[in-house]
């Protein structure tokens, strides 16, 4: 793959960039990668780069200000080969074709000194008005950069700019920094074009990534004449590691030229030093820059389960600590979304939009989960799981549950009154649940995410899949309910006892309640209608069937949970079955017929 080199007036103004093959790209002041931002003579957009069967055809864009000039002429659509070269204003673009290969082949040095990240930081620059625009340029530089690729073409860039004796850079790595891994030369610039491989030496660049310290070679200086130069490399070279996780195995490696003939060994490393420094600060400002970014997307990865309330809490903690598995108490919230199955059959042929839809109804709830510092634990097809109590300790866990599952439950009725809402045929099914569970990063050593473990998901799922039963799109457990009478307010939410269940594979009974808003948002069903539906319930359970039928009577006919004991009383001929203990039992495991 041959490379671009863009050489302005300044001896900083340059990089040299690999040409992707038949893939077209944009030169311009402005353009991304392929940006020119030193000469005010190319435009925006200046031109299209196209490397196809060995040639770089170029061809001049509309809106292109001043014309490209190619064997001394203006052109606007022409192709050049290896060796050749084009300019726009006050640069120059040439095409080269080279390789950098890290060589076991170099000669031994005459000379060989190493020098401490410590003891660089300590010494002064001696030219430092050199060194500071530069320097303060770095983080600007570096943040800029899209991806490593980029990030290599900006560094070596900065280093061949800055170091005015260096004839060659290259940004080398060391696959995961073990001993004896593979080197690879991420990117790689030369000052002068000439048609030679670089080959940067194996045995410095792993010298130095193995003692994490910064190595010289010198193959030539005055008080050695006789000594010959290092092929394709120059008097010296030197190659400084990266330190920090974030750049593990990544090091700089430097080739150049005394810049005087007479350069003795002492006096040779002395003038170095300055340029040692000078990669030095680069290393280190580019791995806390990475770090900070690893560390960035990471925050990113962990917004998809936490709130930003959490997020803030745990800014200072280690990832490990805070995801560690723990024992604690928790609200679960399980959360699935109907109509799914009906949706897919109909819509066979337009599967990414039905995609999209059910993207959107998943979004409300992890949305609600979030936006009540929740975190958002699993996803099960077409349902979402939500916890609340982990990371951190949540007093009002409970409440907040309730409010996120109250907040989803309008969303999704707010979608059903408008016909063109994509969420307006869908229904939704909440089951919530208290107690104690495992939460943190649970898994294999091939696969772990972030969730809860233990019975108290299972109660909200099989809450869940009650609510279709029972006619309630929010179902709690006896906890959850308990805790919502003591500390959530009626004017934020109510509850009302559903029935006492007595299901397959459980061996304690289920005693169901579910949740409403105030009766200020659900006038439909008022409080007065609640404590009738209730004191329908005692009766039912105490054997009074009659006198629980009164009381179901006075519940509005448009409360499809009531239809459940008025059903079942209906099947027994209303009469309490012998032995009747109050608990109504149900055939299936996920809420079958009552038997």
């Avoid at 402005?30 to 196209?50: F, K, M, N, Y």
């Avoid at 770095?138 to 700019?161: F, N, T, Y």
Wanted: aromatic share 6%; hydrophobic share 40%.
């Amino acid at each position: 793959m041959p490379d671009l080199i863009a050489q302005g007036t300044a001896p900083e103004h340059r990089w040299r960039r690999p040409l992707p093959e038949e893939q077209a790209c944009t030169l311009g002041r402005e353009a991304g990668a392929w940006s020119v931002p030193w000469d005010p003579r190319i435009s925006r957009r200046h031109a299209e780069l196209l490397w196809r069967r060995g040639r770089l055809h170029v061809r001049r864009l509309p809106q292109a200000r001043n014309p490209l000039f190619v064997r001394g002429h203006a052109a606007d659509n022409f192709a050049i080969r290896t060796g050749e070269h084009f300019v726009i204003g006050e640069t120059a673009f040439t095409l080269v074709d080279q390789r950098a290969e890290v060589s076991l082949h170099l000669p031994l040095p005459v000379t060989e000194q190493t020098f401490s990240a410590e003891y660089l930081k300590e010494i002064k620059f001696r030219h430092a008005d050199q060194r500071i625009e530069l320097l303060g340029r770095i983080p600007e530089i570096i943040a800029a950069a899209r991806s490593d690729q980029e990030l290599g073409v900006r560094l070596v860039s900065i280093l061949l700019g800055g170091i005015a004796q260096a004839a060659a850079v290259a940004l080398v790595g060391v696959e995961g920094g073990r001993p004896e891994a593979p080197i690879r030369v991420l990117h790689w610039d030369r000052r002068l074009l000439t048609g030679e491989d670089f080959l940067p030496g194996e045995s410095l660049i792993r010298r130095a990534v193995e003692r994490g310290e910064s190595v010289v070679h010198i193959w030539r200086d005055g008080s050695q004449p006789e000594a010959t130069a290092a092929p394709t490399q120059g008097d010296w070279a030197f190659c400084t590691p990266l330190a920090g996780s974030a750049c593990r195995g990544w090091a700089f490696y430097v080739a150049g030229y005394f810049q005087t003939p007479d350069e003795t060994g002492t006096h040779a490393i002395a003038e170095l030093r300055d340029d040692l420094k000078f990669t030095e600060v680069l290393g280190s400002t580019l791995s806390s820059l990475r770090q900070a970014q690893l560390l960035e997307r990471s925050q990113a990865g962990l917004r998809s389960f936490f709130s930003p309330l959490v997020l803030e809490a745990l800014a200072n903690q280690p990832p490990e600590t805070v995801l560690a598995p723990r024992q604690t108490e928790v609200s679960v919230l399980f959360c699935d979304l109907r109509g799914f199955t009906r949706h897919s059959e109909q819509a066979a042929d337009d599967l990414f939009g039905l995609l999209r839809r059910v993207s959107q109804a998943l979004g409300v709830m992890t949305r609600q989960i979030l936006r009540t510092g929740g975190v958002v634990g699993d996803f099960h097809g077409d349902a979402a799981m939500g916890f609340w109590g982990w990371p951190l300790p949540q007093k009002d866990a409970i409440a907040r549950a309730c409010q996120a599952a109250l907040a989803i439950r309008a969303e999704f009725i707010a979608a059903a009154h408008d016909p063109h809402d994509p969420l307006a045929d869908f229904r939704i099914g909440i089951g919530l649940a208290s107690g104690p569970a495992v939460a943190g990063k649970i898994g294999t050593v091939d696969q772990v995410k972030v969730t809860v473990f233990g019975p108290v998901v299972n109660r909200a799922a099989r809450l869940e899949s009650l609510t279709k039963r029972l006619h309630a799109p929010i179902l709690l457990d006896q906890a959850t309910a308990a805790g919502v009478r003591a500390s959530v307010p009626t004017q934020l939410a109510r509850v009302r006892r559903l029935a006492i269940l007595r299901l397959d594979n459980l061996e304690t009974p289920l005693e169901v309640s579910e949740l409403l808003p105030p009766e200020s948002e659900c006038p439909q069903l008022t409080d007065a209608a609640i404590q009738a539906y209730e004191s329908a319930l005692d009766a039912l359970q105490s054997g009074q069937w009659q006198e629980a039928l009164q009381w179901l009577h006075r519940v509005p006919a448009e409360d499809q949970a009531k239809d459940f004991l008025t059903v079942f009383i209906a099947q027994h001929n209303r009469t309490p079955p012998s032995g009747w203990d109050g608990q109504i039992p149900l055939s299936s495991k996920w809420g079958g017929q009552p038997s």
